[in-house]
C-alpha cells in the first residue's frame, strides 16, 4: 500500500519538475530588456496563419450588463467581414487595472470602450482617426466627437448619449399635482419645491439621492459646479486654477451655492433621508417604479435597473436639475448630456492591419441597421450616429433624444475631457456624501474640496 | 566535513529546496523587484513615457496625510481582528476537539465562510448590514438597529472587523485543531487522573503544546488582515465617505483609480516593511517563548 | 461525573447556536437563488413563492460553467499537487537541517508572504503575459498560482514537522535510510493530516482567487469560475438572482472537496491517537 502511494508520488514529482523546468526554460530563453512593443505586436501577427488576409483584433468593453449584445454584434460583424475575428474582452468594476494589465502583457485591446478621461490620458498610445481613414465619420454627430477631440485630433467615437436629472414616475406626479405633468413646467428651485411638496401629499417621497460616489461626486458636484453652466473652457480652467492656487473658494461661489440649495431640497424631500448613504441602485429603481418617491437622481442608463421591474402603462420622463430660481436661466430648463464612453483604437500594440481592422469594426458598430438596433433595445439610450433610425423603446431614453432634439442638453464635458481629474468623483464624491450625510456643512464641504485642489498642485 | 558529505548535502539542498525557491524566486521575487524600481518613476501604470523622479514619491507617501490616517485605522482593525479571531478559533477548537458528538459537522460549519472568496462574502454581508439587520431593527423598534451600520464611520468599521472575525477564525479553528490532535490523549489523562481542572489542562497541557499553532494562526491572522483587500471593496469600497479605507485598499485606490502607479507602488513597499517587521518580531517573541517553557 | 456530561450538552448546544450564527449568509443567500430577481429585491429575506430552477440554468449558460468549471478544476488541481509537493520536502529540510542558508531562506520566504500583491503583479503581467506572452494558457496561472503559495506552505509544514521528534529520524538512519527515503517513507505518511489541511487551504486560495487569474485569463473560455462570478457581479443590469446561483454552483465542488478532506483529516487524527 505505501509502495504504491510514493510511486504515486514520485509520478508527481518528475511531471511536476517537468512542468517547472518548461518555465524555466521559457525564463532564460527571453534574454536583454522588454522588446519595442511594435515588434513584438508584429512578431504575434506574423505568427498567426500565413495567410495574410486574416487578422486578429481585440475588443475591450467598459461597458457592464451587455456582453451577449456585444458578442451577438461580433457574430454579425464575423459573418459580414470574413478573414477578420474579434476576441471579446469583458471588463467588470475593476476596468482601469485590466486595462492595464493588458497593455503590461502586450495585448493591449486593438478597440477599446473607454471614459475620455481615460482616452485622453493615454492619447499616446491611441490612434488619430481622420477623415481619410474613416470615412464613415461623416455618420457621428459632430457635437459628440468634441469630447474625443484632443489637440485638434479625433481620438475616439461615443457610444452612446446619455441624459440624466430627476427621473419622476408619471403616474405618481400626475396623481400629485392632478393632472398631466409637464417636466417643462418645472422652471426654478421653487417650482421644484412645488412640486415636491405636492407629491408628498399623496403619500410618496418628493425624491430620492443614491448616496454614491459616482453619482453625487461626478455627475452632481464635478460635471454641474465645474461644467458649462460656469462659462467657456477658458472660464471654467480659470476657475480650477483660481482653486489650486488657494484664490477662489466654493463657498464664495453663487453658482455652487444655487446648486447646493438645490441639492439641500433634494435632500429635505429624500426617501432614503433616514439612511441616505446605503446607496443601492436597484433598491431605489424599486422605489422608484413602485411609487414610493416620485423623483430620482439619476440617469437614462437606469433603464436596465428599471425595465425589469416596470408594469403594462408605466411611464417615466426626466425634469432637470433647476440651478437657479431664475425662470429664464437656461440651464433651468435643460439636462446635463455626456458621451460617456467612446471607442478607441491602440495604436502602440497593434499593427496596421489590426488597426484598420479596428476601425472597421467602430464602423459597424456605429453605422450597421442591425448593430444600431440591438445597442438601443438593450442600452435605452440615445446613439449619436445621424444614419440611426432604430426606435428607443426607453421613455428615459426618449425624453434624453427630445431634450437634445429642441436643443436644451448641455454637453457636461463641451470640450474640457481633463478639466476634472480621473479621481475627482471619488475623491470629492466622498466629501458629497459626507454632506450628505450631515456630517459636514456646506463650508466644510467647500474646505475639503479646496484642500483637494490644493493638494494637485503640489 | 569532508568532501563527498559536501557534496551529497548539495544534492539534498537542490532536490528539496531550489525547486520551490526557484519557483517562487520568478513568481515573487523578481516582479517584486522590477515592482520597486518603478517607485522611483512617475509612470501612470500605462503611459509609453516613464522618468526617473528619485524618491519623490516616498516623500510623498509620508507627507500624505490621508495614508497615514488610513495606516492607524489599520492598526486598530489588525488588533480587534487579530485578537478577536484568534481567540474564537481557539475556543472553537477546544469545544470542537473536545470530543463532543457532530465533531465534523462543526469543523465543516464553521470553516465554510472561507470557501468562498472575500469579494463575494463582502456583497452577502453588504446585504445582511443594510437591509437584514435595518429589517429586524424596524420591527423590533429599536433605532439602534434601524440604520445600515455600513453608513455611520465607526460602525462600518466594526462591521468590517465582524465580518473579517466570522470568516478567519473558522481558518484559524482548522490550525488550532491540527496542532491540538498532536497533543496526545494520555498526557490529558494523566492530569485529569491528577487532579487538574478542565481550565488547567488547557493553561498548562494543551497551550503549551501548540505553541507552533499559536504562532502560526498570529502570524497568518496578522499578514492577512494587513493585507485585506477584498473585503474592504465589496464591503465598505471604503466608505462611507472614505471613512473605511484601509491600508490595501487605498493604496489600490492610488495605483489604479487615480493613475499614480509609482506613487501606490511606493505605498505599499512602505506597508510591506512595516508588516515584515511587526510580524517577524512576533514570531521571534512567540518562538523566543517556546524555548523558554 | 454527571455534572461534565451535563456541561458537555450545554457546550454542545452553545456551539450549536454559533454555528448557525455563522451559517445564517449562506442560509440566505440559498434561498434567494431560487427567487426571481424582482421578488429578490422586493424582500431578500421572504421565502421563495416557488422553488424554481431558472436561476440555475440562467448562470450554468451565462457564466459558460462547464469550461469555467473544466479551467478552475485543472488549473486547482495541478496548482496543488505542485505546491505540496515542492513545499512539503522544502518545509522537511528547513526543519531538520540547521544551515544558515536555510534559516536565511526561510525568513526571506516569509517576509514575502507580507508583499502586497499589488506591489508585483503588473511586473508579474509583464514578465509572463508581456515578455514569455504566456497570457492564458492554463500552465502560466498553475505556475504562478503554485508559486505564490510556496512560502505559505513552507511556513506550515516547517511549523508541524518541527513538531515530529527528530528520534525518528534518527531511527530510520539507524535502519539504513538516507536523507530522502526517511522523507518519503517515514515523514511523509505522518504529514498526512497537516498535508491535507495545507492542501485545502492551497487548493481554496486557487479555486477563489480572482485577482491573479483574471491578470492572465483575458478570453472567456479561459476564465475561471471566480472570474466568471465577478463577471456576473459588475454586470450593472443587475440580474442578482442567476449570480447567486452561479455563486452556490461555485462553491459545491470546493465544499464537496473540503468534506472529503475533513474525513482524512479525521483519520490521521484517529492514526495519531492509536500511535500517540
Known amino acids: 500500500m505505501k509502495r504504491k502511494w510514493i510511486s504515486v508520488l514520485l509520478m508527481i514529482v518528475m511531471t511536476a519538475s517537468m512542468l517547472a523546468g518548461c518555465g524555466s526554460k521559457q525564463d532564460s530563453g527571453t534574454p536583454g530588456a522588454e522588446p519595442d512593443n511594435k515588434a513584438a505586436a508584429e512578431k504575434t501577427d506574423e505568427s498567426a496563419p500565413a495567410d495574410a488576409k486574416e487578422v486578429n483584433i481585440s475588443f475591450y468593453s467598459t461597458q457592464t450588463g451587455i456582453d451577449d449584445t456585444y458578442l451577438d454584434i461580433i457574430d454579425h460583424f464575423e459573418a459580414d467581414n470574413p478573414g477578420i475575428t474579434v476576441e471579446y474582452i469583458a471588463a467588470g468594476d475593476d476596468q482601469l487595472q485590466k486595462w492595464m494589465s493588458l497593455y503590461a502583457s502586450n495585448e493591449g485591446p486593438t478597440v477599446s470602450l473607454m471614459d475620455p478621461i481615460n482616452i485622453w490620458e493615454n492619447q499616446d498610445r491611441m490612434r488619430e482617426m481622420t477623415k481619410e481613414d474613416c470615412p464613415w465619420l461623416d455618420n457621428i454627430l459632430e457635437e459628440s466627437l468634441v469630447s474625443y477631440i484632443y489637440n485638434d485630433k479625433l481620438y475616439g467615437i461615443p457610444m452612446s448619449a446619455a441624459g440624466y436629472g430627476l427621473l419622476y414616475n408619471q403616474k405618481v406626479l400626475d396623481e400629485a399635482v392632478g393632472g398631466t405633468f409637464d417636466p417643462a413646467s418645472i422652471k426654478t428651485r421653487s417650482d421644484l419645491e412645488a412640486l415636491f411638496k405636492k407629491i408628498e401629499a399623496t403619500g410618496a417621497a418628493g425624491s430620492m439621492f443614491t448616496g454614491v460616489n459616482w453619482s453625487l461626486g461626478s455627475h452632481y458636484l464635478g460635471a454641474l459646479v465645474y461644467g458649462p453652466a460656469r462659462g467657456d473652457v477658458a472660464t471654467r480652467d480659470a476657475f480650477v486654477q483660481a482653486q489650486k492656487s488657494g484664490e477662489a473658494n466654493l463657498i464664495d461661489d453663487s453658482l455652487f451655492n444655487g446648486l447646493m440649495d438645490t441639492f439641500d431640497l433634494i435632500a429635505e424631500y429624500n426617501y432614503n433621508k433616514k439612511d441616505p448613504l446605503v446607496g443601492n441602485v436597484n433598491m431605489d429603481a424599486e422605489a422608484l417604479v413602485t411609487g414610493k418617491a416620485g423623483t430620482w437622481f439619476m440617469g437614462d442608463w437606469a433603464w436596465v435597473y428599471l425595465a425589469d421591474l ?93 431634450y437634445i432634439s429642441e436643443g436644451k442638453a448641455y454637453d457636461i464635458y463641451d470640450g474640457s475631457v481633463n478639466g476634472l481629474p480621473s479621481d475627482f468623483w471619488y475623491e470629492c464624491g466622498a466629501y458629497t456624501c459626507e454632506y450628505l450625510a450631515g456630517a459636514c456643512d456646506r463650508k466644510q464641504l467647500s474646505e475639503k474640496v479646496g484642500s483637494y485642489w490644493k493638494a494637485l498642485e503640489n | 566535513m569532508n568532501a563527498t558529505k559536501k557534496i551529497k548535502n548539495l544534492r539534498l539542498f537542490a532536490l528539496f529546496v531550489v525547486p520551490s525557491v526557484f519557483i517562487w524566486m520568478t513568481v515573487v521575487i523578481i516582479p517584486l523587484l522590477y515592482g520597486v524600481a518603478i517607485t522611483f518613476t512617475d509612470w501612470n501604470g500605462l503611459s509609453m513615457d516613464i522618468h526617473f523622479i528619485g524618491i519623490k514619491n516616498y516623500i510623498a507617501v509620508f507627507r500624505d496625510t490621508a495614508f497615514l490616517t488610513s495606516m492607524l485605522k489599520t492598526v486598530l482593525y489588525v488588533f480587534l481582528s487579530v485578537l478577536g479571531s484568534n481567540l474564537i478559533a481557539f475556543l472553537l477548537a477546544l469545544a470542537v476537539t473536545s470530543g463532543m458528538k457532530g465533531q465534523s459537522l462543526f469543523r465543516t460549519g464553521f470553516f465554510t465562510p472561507n470557501i468562498i472568496g472575500g469579494i463575494i462574502l463582502g456583497y452577502i454581508w453588504n446585504f445582511i448590514f443594510s437591509y437584514a439587520i435595518t429589517g429586524i431593527g424596524e420591527r423590533m423598534g429599536i433605532e439602534g438597529l434601524s440604520t445600515s451600520m455600513l453608513t455611520h464611520p465607526t460602525k462600518a468599521l466594526t462591521a468590517l472587523i465582524i465580518v473579517t472575525i466570522w470568516q478567519m477564525s473558522g481558518y484559524l479553528m482548522v490550525i488550532y485543531i491540527a496542532g491540538l490532535t498532536n497533543v496526545s490523549q494520555e498526557l490529558i489523562e494523566a492530569a485529569r487522573i491528577d487532579g487538574a481542572s478542565p481550565w488547567q489542562i488547557v493553561r498548562n497541557v494543551k497551550f503549551p503544546l501548540i505553541r507552533n499553532s499559536v504562532t502560526i494562526c498570529i502570524f497568518l491572522s496578522i499578514t492577512r488582515t494587513f493585507m485585506s483587500f477584498d473585503l474592504n471593496l465589496s464591503l465598505t469600497s471604503g466608505g462611507p465617505y472614505k471613512s473605511t479605507e484601509l491600508i490595501a485598499y487605498k493604496i489600490y485606490q492610488t495605483a489604479f483609480s487615480s493613475m499614480e502607479f509609482g506613487k501606490g507602488q511606493a505605498q505599499a513597499l512602505v506597508l510591506f516593511v512595516i508588516v515584515v517587521t511587526v510580524s517577524l518580531l512576533q514570531v521571534y517573541f512567540t518562538r523566543r517563548g517556546a524555548v523558554e517553557e | 461525573m454527571r455534572q461534565r456530561q451535563m456541561n458537555k450538552r450545554v457546550l454542545f448546544v452553545v456551539i450549536l447556536f454559533i454555528l448557525l450564527l455563522f451559517m445564517i449568509p449562506f442560509f440566505i443567500l440559498i434561498l434567494n437563488t431560487f427567487k426571481p430577481t424582482a421578488e429578490f429585491t422586493r424582500n431578500p429575506f421572504s421565502w421563495p413563492a416557488a422553488f424554481n430552477l431558472d436561476n440555475y440554468r440562467s448562470a450554468i449558460d451565462t457564466m459558460k460553467f462547464w469550461s469555467a468549471f473544466k479551467n478552475t478544476a485543472v488549473i486547482t488541481v495541478l496548482a496543488t499537487v505542485l505546491n505540496t509537493l515542492l513545499a512539503s520536502m522544502t518545509g522537511y529540510f528547513f526543519s531538520r537541517k540547521k544551515w544558515r542558508i536555510n534559516s536565511v531562506l526561510f525568513m526571506l520566504l516569509l517576509a514575502s508572504m507580507v508583499a502586497p500583491f499589488q506591489v508585483y503583479m503588473i511586473p508579474l503581467v509583464k514578465l509572463y503575459g508581456g515578455l514569455l506572452g504566456m497570457s492564458n494558457r492554463i500552465i502560466t496561472v498553475v505556475y504562478v498560482a503554485a508559486g505564490l503559495n510556496v512560502p505559505f506552505a513552507v511556513f506550515l509544514y516547517h511549523g508541524f514537522v518541527s513538531g515530529i521528534p527528530r528520534e525518528l529520524d534518527e531511527a530510520a538512519e539507524i535502519d539504513g535510510c538516507g536523507f530522502t527515503r526517511t522523507f518519503f517513507e517515514i515523514i511523509f505518511p505522518l504529514l498526512k493530516p497537516i498535508m491535507i489541511t495545507v492542501m485545502v487551504f492551497v487548493a481554496l486560495a486557487v479555486w477563489n482567487d480572482y485577482l491573479m487569474t483574471s491578470l492572465f485569463m483575458t478570453k472567456i473560455e479561459t476564465r475561471t469560475l471566480a472570474i466568471a462570478a465577478f463577471a456576473f457581479l459588475t454586470n450593472h443590469t443587475a440580474d442578482y438572482s442567476p449570480m447567486m446561483a452561479g455563486l452556490v454552483l461555485g462553491i459545491i465542488p470546493v465544499l464537496v472537496f473540503y468534506l472529503f478532506g475533513q474525513k482524512y483529516i479525521i483519520e490521521g487524527v484517529v492514526a495519531g491517537s492509536v500511535k500517540g
Open chain 1, 310 to 402: 416596470v408594469a403594462e402603462g408605466d411611464s417615466f420622463g426626466i425634469i432637470p436639475i433647476p440651478y437657479s430660481d431664475d425662470p429664464d436661466d437656461k440651464f433651468n430648463t435643460s439636462i446635463p448630456l455626456s458621451y460617456p464612453k467612446g471607442y478607441c483604437v491602440d495604436a502602440s500594440q497593434n499593427t496596421e492591419e489590426q488597426q484598420e481592422a479596428g476601425l472597421k469594426f467602430i464602423e459597424y458598430i456605429t453605422s450597421n441597421e442591425y448593430a444600431q438596433k440591438v445597442s438601443i433595445d438593450v442600452g435605452g439610450q440615445a446613439l449619436p450616429y445621424k444614419n440611426c433610425t432604430a426606435e428607443i423603446k426607453s421613455p428615459l431614453g426618449q425624453a434624453t433624444q427630445k
